[in-house]
């Protein structure tokens, strides 16, 4: 089977670009306001310019994949540690030993479980965030519009709400 040639005419891809540009700004004023601020019709334009490419729908894609089986692993893991804390329960519950020192061991085994499930979700928050910074690495790289290296929440939730705009626009027939 032949490969098929497309011809794209500059008025095809200035169509694609009013196309995406208008979606954009449609979803954009469903933000709330204090987004609304943070996503000019500039960053919109060259995001709708950044998408005549479909690399970087796959990027997108590509990486919430990578985000949900990362995420998946690290909730496995705090299961792990969850199910080992109730096998030494299990097993301080099965001692011979008289009631007052089960109860004052199992108040010290709880606090312990305690912190050990803090450190936990530390270091699991940290790994989240470091993948947080590869994606942003990832995105700037690439030339996605609104993409850089930050640790501002507010700056974060603007690109996850560009991250949702893409992914939308990846499931819409475009013309």
Same mark, same amino acid.
């Given at each position: ?25 449609? %979803? ?10 943070r996503v ?6 060259g ?13 997108v ?25 109730? %096998? ?26 305690k ?19 590869e ?24 690109? %996850? ?10 499931? %819409?027939?475009?013309?």
């Amino acid at each position: 089977m032949a490969d098929r040639v497309y011809n794209v005419t500059p008025e095809d891809l200035q169509k694609k670009v009013y196309f995406l540009l208008e979606q954009l700004q449609l %979803m954009a004023r469903e933000l709330p306001p204090k987004y609304q601020q943070r996503v000019p019709c500039e960053l919109l334009s060259g995001l709708a310019n950044c998408l005549l490419n479909d690399t970087v729908f796959e990027i997108v894609k590509g990486l919430m994949e990578i985000q949900h089986v990362t995420e998946k692993h690290l909730f496995q893991q705090r299961l792990q540690i969850i199910n080992k804390h109730k %096998m030494e329960v299990q097993d301080l519950l099965q001692l011979g030993i008289d009631e007052e020192t089960r109860l004052t061991r199992r108040a010290l085994l709880q606090l312990k479980h305690k912190e050990e499930l803090k450190q936990t979700d530390m270091k699991l928050v940290l790994q989240l965030d470091q993948k947080v910074s590869e994606q942003q690495v990832l995105l700037e790289k690439a030339g996605v519009p609104g993409f850089f290296v930050t640790n501002n929440p507010i700056e974060i939730k603007v690109q %996850m709400h560009l991250l949702d705009f893409i992914l939308r626009l990846s499931k %819409m027939n475009k013309p």
